[in-house]
Every structure is written in structure tokens, then in C-alpha cells.
């Protein structure tokens, strides 16, 4: 692995939270049987914000949104239900789409963990943000598997219903992705018409490689033992991008090691695709959060600007 391994303890504490960032097979629960679940004060307060954070909705008061309020929501898809949060910016819109997807969360609490970051492009942006939670976490129903489809219909779904909405700009979408989102982001780059731009940030794009370099997470990735498990690689379909794609990744990332956002890369790079490469050569899995804003903000408003009105930014 690249950028060095860090000390034993200090690599447990850093993967034990995001080990199964690619795959899961629990049921999901909702907030308040969390909640039941944990007695320490410091986890009853983070679960009571992260459940409370936005207001539930139901869909059809969706179109009626208030400016700047995020909305928890949920939606029929795959014939259960999922659930999504979406944020809208200040002003009149119609606004530019980001899809927002999350990485292997604690405690089932799915797309709640990435509101942030929506709200953030819709503030630095004007980018409305659809944070989706997907299978086995969040209030999201549809029973999780191995094949990637089942996911990526879920988020499909999704889109397919905000894009109606009079405030969205329904030709215009970004991807972010973190972790095992980033996967999931990095196979819609070619699924949706109108991408205009990516954020990859800590994800894993050839499960081939990682296979074979990663011995923890073989059980993850081939749960019924197969000798020859025939795994995703999502670089040959790097031809068929178009979006501009910004990559961020840790140097020290004990989780997904820095290889996999080098293998993009060099495959961005072979294409002949816009891209940019960030790596942060002291941190692991998980990056500082406002450089990460700062940059990906940048990032976007340079390549494809900003959908704020003049005077917003």
C-alpha cells in the first residue's frame, strides 16, 4: 500500500467503522429503536440530531419546499420503500441536482450522515442535493445484495421522481460520493444523462484488485466463498465518462488503500477525461471535511459554475 501502514491500534480504530463500506446485509431500523439500542449520552445525542436534523415530508409536498430547508421523504422503489433527504437552496431555482451518496454508517442512519455536505453545495452552489439512504441502511426497506443493481435502482428511483419537481433543473446532475458511496457514484457516471460533474472521495473502483490486496474484506466481497468470485471493475467504463471528476483519497488510508484512486486516475488520465487528482498524504480514510468542501466547491465552480444568482456567490 502506498503513503505507509499506520500502528496496529490506530489502523483498528480507523477501518472498524467503515469495514463494510461496500456491502451489508442487516435489516434497517428506525430512529427511535436506535436509540433503545444505545445507553451512552454522547450516541443518544448523535442519533437524536441525525433523526431530527430534517423534517419529514410526505412526497407530494415535495414541490412546495421551502428555500433552504433540507426534507426527509420516503419513496416506493424495487416494490418496498427507501428513504431520501432533499435539500433545497435559497432563491427561485430551477436548480442543478447534486446525488449525494453515503458511506457505511453506524446505527443504520444512512443518508442522514452526508446532509451536510448537501447542504453545503446549496449554500456554496445553489445545487439542490438528494441524499439517498441506500439498502440496509437508514429507513430504506429493499433488502441489500451483492449485485450492484439493486443499489443503483434504488438511486435511480429517486432522481427519477425529484427531477419532476418545478424547482429542479431536471438536464443537470452532479455526483459525490464518499467511500462506499463513491463506488455507487462512480457507477451512475455513465447511467444518467446530464452529469456535469463527479466528486470520488475515499471510494474503490477496480473490486478485482481490492480482492486480491485486501485479505479483510474478501469475506465482504465473496460472502458464499466462491473460488474465482467475479467482481466489479468499474475502470473499463472510464471511456464512456464525460463529467469532469474530482478524485480525493488519504495517502494513509488503512481502508481503501490510495491504489484505487491512482487506477482511476491513470485510467481518467488514458481516456483522456477531465479530471483532477487530490491526495492528502497524511491523513487515512477519512479526510478534513472542510478542505474536502473547499476543494470539491472549486472544483465544480471552475468547471461547470456556480447555479447562485449574482449577488448569492
Known amino acids: 500500500m502506498l503513503g505507509g501502514k499506520l500502528p496496529l491500534e490506530e489502523r483498528r480504530k480507523e477501518s472498524s467503522a467503515?469495514?463494510?463500506?461496500?456491502?451489508?446485509?442487516?435489516?434497517?431500523?428506525?430512529?427511535?429503536?436506535?436509540?433503545?439500542?444505545?445507553?451512552?449520552?454522547?450516541?443518544?445525542?448523535?442519533?437524536?440530531?441525525?433523526?431530527?436534523?430534517?423534517?419529514?415530508?410526505?412526497?407530494?409536498?415535495?414541490?412546495?419546499?421551502?428555500?433552504?430547508?433540507?426534507?426527509?421523504?420516503?419513496?416506493?422503489?424495487?416494490?418496498?420503500?427507501?428513504?431520501?433527504?432533499?435539500?433545497?437552496?435559497?432563491?427561485?431555482?430551477?436548480?442543478?441536482?447534486?446525488?449525494?451518496?453515503?458511506?457505511?454508517?453506524?446505527?443504520?442512519?444512512?443518508?442522514?450522515?452526508?446532509?451536510p455536505e448537501a447542504e453545503a453545495f446549496a449554500s456554496d452552489l445553489c445545487y439542490a442535493g438528494l441524499a439517498v439512504s441506500l439498502p440496509g441502511y437508514g429507513a430504506t426497506e429493499v433488502v441489500p445484495g451483492i449485485d450492484p443493481n439493486i443499489t443503483l435502482n434504488v438511486v435511480l428511483d429517486a432522481v427519477s421522481l425529484v427531477k419532476k419537481l418545478p424547482w429542479i433543473d431536471s438536464k443537470r446532475f452532479y455526483l459525490y460520493g464518499f467511500s462506499r458511496g463513491a463506488f455507487f457514484a462512480a457507477l451512475l457516471a455513465n447511467r444518467l444523462e446530464g452529469i456535469e460533474g463527479i466528486v470520488l472521495h475515499s471510494g474503490a473502483y477496480d473490486l478485482n484488485r481490492l480482492y486480491q490486496e485486501t485479505p479483510w474484506i474478501r469475506s465482504l466481497l465473496n460472502p458464499n466463498g466462491e473460488r474465482n468470485p467475479k467482481l466489479i471493475s468499474i475502470l473499463p467504463e472510464v471511456p464512456t465518462w464525460y463529467a469532469p471528476t474530482l478524485i480525493l483519497h488519504g495517502g494513509k488510508d488503512s481502508?481503501?488503500?490510495?491504489?484505487?484512486?491512482?487506477?482511476?486516475?491513470?485510467?481518467?488520465?488514458?481516456?483522456?477525461?477531465?479530471?483532477?487528482?487530490?491526495?492528502?498524504?497524511?491523513?487515512?480514510?477519512?479526510?478534513?471535511?472542510?478542505?474536502?468542501?473547499?476543494?470539491?466547491?472549486?472544483?465544480?465552480?471552475?468547471?461547470?459554475?456556480s447555479a447562485c444568482r449574482a449577488g448569492r456567490g
Open 18 to 115: 467503515d469495514r463494510k463500506f461496500l456491502f451489508r446485509s442487516s435489516a434497517s431500523y428506525p430512529c427511535m429503536n436506535i436509540l433503545r439500542r444505545f445507553t451512552f449520552p454522547v450516541l443518544r445525542i448523535f442519533y437524536l440530531v441525525a433523526c431530527n436534523a430534517a423534517r419529514k415530508i410526505s412526497i407530494e409536498a415535495l414541490s412546495d419546499t421551502p428555500a433552504g430547508i433540507t426534507s426527509r421523504f420516503v419513496f416506493p422503489t424495487s416494490g418496498s420503500n427507501a428513504e431520501a433527504y432533499l435539500t433545497r437552496p435559497a432563491g427561485p431555482g430551477p436548480f442543478p441536482l447534486m446525488i449525494l451518496l453515503h458511506s457505511h454508517t453506524i446505527g443504520f442512519i444512512g443518508a442522514g450522515s452526508i446532509v
Open 255 to 305: 481502508v481503501v488503500s490510495v491504489q484505487q484512486a491512482i487506477l482511476l486516475r491513470d485510467s481518467l488520465q488514458a481516456a483522456k477525461k477531465p479530471y483532477r487528482f487530490v491526495l492528502y498524504p497524511d491523513n487515512g480514510h477519512r479526510l478534513p471535511p472542510e478542505d474536502v468542501r473547499k476543494k470539491a466547491t472549486a472544483f465544480l465552480k471552475e468547471n461547470s459554475g
